[in-house]
């Protein structure tokens, strides 16, 4: 098998198993032909081909920018969410104090309150209320369930049994992120 990004040959396979991962990492955003050439034992010659549009960022409505990744067969974000507006374009409020925090009203904060330090790398801190509205996320995405986390460690090497706990089910995951 030959394969092909974009008409240049990236990779030739001569035995089982015929698989070629593609590290989107460094390629621009846009669209992208992937080909495959297959010869039988006799040089026959099959081959087949497809477009896909590779998206590497998704923006929020501050404007904010997010590296995105395919983890098994989902789609994440690959950074931590950083907004302070919902995405119809309100205000999430700005939570400053502990005791504020649990009331029940929606709110985000930055870590040590310090968002000039700490902002691009742990993104904001949202409240229960706040994760649980509808809009927190950029169009088109949501706050994932407990179901598409199980999904996600289970794509990441914790065995079906561990994911269905309803303990602490953590082993190394994370770390492997």
């Known amino acids: 098998m030959i394969y092909y990004i974009d008409d240049t040959e990236v990779s030739v396979i001569q035995s089982e198993p015929y698989s070629?991962?593609?590290d989107n990492s460094t390629e621009a955003e846009g669209s992208h032909t992937l080909k495959v050439v297959a010869y039988d034992d006799n040089n026959g010659k099959a081959n087949d081909k497809c477009t896909v549009n590779l998206i590497?960022?998704?923006t929020d409505i501050d404007g904010n920018a997010y590296k995105i990744i395919e983890i098994g067969n989902q789609v994440w974000m690959a950074e931590n969410l950083r907004t302070t507006k919902y995405s119809n374009g309100s205000d999430v409020p700005l939570?400053?104090?502990?005791?504020?925090?649990a009331l029940g009203d929606p709110g985000y904060c930055w870590y040590n309150?310090?968002?000039?330090?700490?902002?691009?790398?742990?993104?904001?801190?949202?409240?229960?209320?706040?994760?649980?509205?509808?809009?927190?996320?950029?169009?088109?995405?949501?706050?994932?369930?407990d179901t598409?986390?199980?999904?996600?460690?289970?794509?990441?090497?914790?065995?079906?049994?561990?994911?269905?706990?309803?303990?602490?089910?953590c082993t190394d995951e994370g770390g492997k992120l």
Request: aromatic share 14%; with cysteine; hydrophobic share 35%.
């Open 20 to 22: 070629y991962t593609w």
């Open 56 to 58: 590497c960022t998704v």
């Open 95 to 101: 939570i400053t104090d502990d005791a504020e925090w």
């Open 113 to 145: 309150n310090d968002s000039a330090t700490h902002a691009e790398t742990y993104g904001a801190l949202y409240n229960f209320y706040a994760m649980e509205t509808t809009n927190i996320c950029p169009e088109g995405w949501h706050v994932p369930s």
């Open 148 to 169: 598409e986390y199980m999904i996600l460690e289970m794509s990441l090497g914790m065995s079906e049994g561990d994911a269905n706990s309803t303990n602490w089910r």
